[in-house]
């Protein structure tokens, strides 16, 4: 956030000079972690680490689960790739089947 | 006749009653599971006498990956057609997308493609954070084994951290199991149910989902501990 004071006088962060190329650096486009169907995984299991590690809420929980059950896989995190890679890792180190992408 | 995980009266404690040959079959399987994830070091040469796989037992063999085992059926005018799943990982990406050379088929149900639409950063991914996620799943089995091993009277006592561990060793084992008999869908899941009345008692394909249902129950009974 800018303070119109300051207008003119340089005091923008040192990420907002830097030119990069490639998509990943677009701010407005948000990426995604996937959590997929498998039928391996327990039901119970697949609520108990969406609570334990998101710290999601027990309805939240069970709703995402649900999700993966029924439609085959649900958006279980959004923010930025780096976080998204982390939840990722995270997820399949329970032995969910995550994966992470740009929202599209 | 086992006891399913329950809370103990001593707080943050989880307990089963499970015996020594139940104890035994869980143990044999998180160190072949171990053994999948941590190969250990092997001589180059098999030692005089030693005839490698075939001297292991057909659940074994299973499980190693090296056993006879198909659980599929003819695709029937009832079967699901597969075309009208979107967006499966199958389509896109395979579990496999990303991993320079084919491998074993549970290793990449253990790690499995994390970027389903870009192979580089697919295998780039995986470069950076396979070795990390095999070192904490070994660390989860290595404990697990150890609380089944410390079990005293049947009775196996765990923290609430061997009990997360557990948990996690539990989901890897029967991964790999699932893996090795061939489910792929829940419909598979629910034939295999189905194969087991018409199999032979002996045969160990019917032993293998005999003991797959067991991991599940117990898993189950885990969670719900874990949970209340």
């Not at chain 1, 486009?29 to 039928?39: G, L, Y």
């Not at chain 2, 001589?43 to 599929?72: K, Y």
């Not at chain 2, 005018?77 to 320079?100: N, Q």
């Not at chain 2, 885990?222 to 949970?227: D, N, T």
Request: aromatic letters at 6%; proline letters at 7%; glycine letters at 8%.
């Amino acid at each position: 956030m800018r303070h119109p004071i300051l207008e003119g006088v340089s005091i923008a962060p040192v990420e907002e000079e830097r030119v990069e190329v490639g998509d990943r650096v677009d701010p407005d486009v948000p990426w995604i972690t996937i959590v997929w169907n498998d039928p391996v995984n327990l039901m119970s299991y697949v609520t108990y680490v969406f609570e334990s590690y998101f710290g999601y809420a027990r309805e939240k929980a069970e709703k995402l689960m649900l999700d993966v059950h029924t439609k085959g896989r649900a958006v279980v995190s959004t923010g930025p790739r780096e976080k998204m890679e982390i939840d990722t890792e995270a997820l399949q180190g329970y032995g969910l089947w995550a994966t992470f992408q740009k929202d599209v | 006749m086992a006891h399913g995980f329950k809370r103990s009266a001593r707080e943050r404690r989880v307990v089963a009653r499970l015996d020594e040959t139940e104890r035994t079959i869980v143990v044999g399987l998180m160190e072949q599971v171990l053994d999948l994830i941590h190969p250990p070091v092997q001589p180059l040469a098999q030692p005089e006498g030693d005839t490698g796989a075939g001297s292991r037992d057909p659940f074994e063999e299973i499980v190693a990956g090296l056993g006879d085992v198909d659980t599929s059926v003819p695709a029937g005018p009832d079967a699901p057609d597969l075309a009208d799943v979107p967006d499966t990982p199958e389509e896109l990406g395979g579990r496999g997308f990303g991993v320079p050379a084919p491998r074993d088929p549970a290793l990449d149900r253990l790690f499995p493609t994390a970027d389903r639409q870009d192979e580089q950063a697919a295998a780039e991914f995986r470069r950076l954070t396979e070795p990390g996620l095999r070192s904490r799943k070994a660390d989860n089995l290595r404990l697990s084994v150890t609380a089944l091993r410390g079990a005293h009277r049947d009775r196996v006592e765990l923290s609430e951290g061997e009990a997360s561990a557990m948990l996690v060793a539990l989901t890897d084992v029967r991964l790999v199991l699932g893996e090795r008999l061939g489910l792929r869908s829940d419909e598979d899941a629910a034939r295999i149910d189905e194969l087991l009345d018409d199999l032979d008692r002996d045969d160990p394909v019917a032993y293998a989902i005999a003991v797959y249902d067991f991991l599940t129950w117990l898993q189950e009974s885990l969670v719900h501990a874990l949970s209340a």
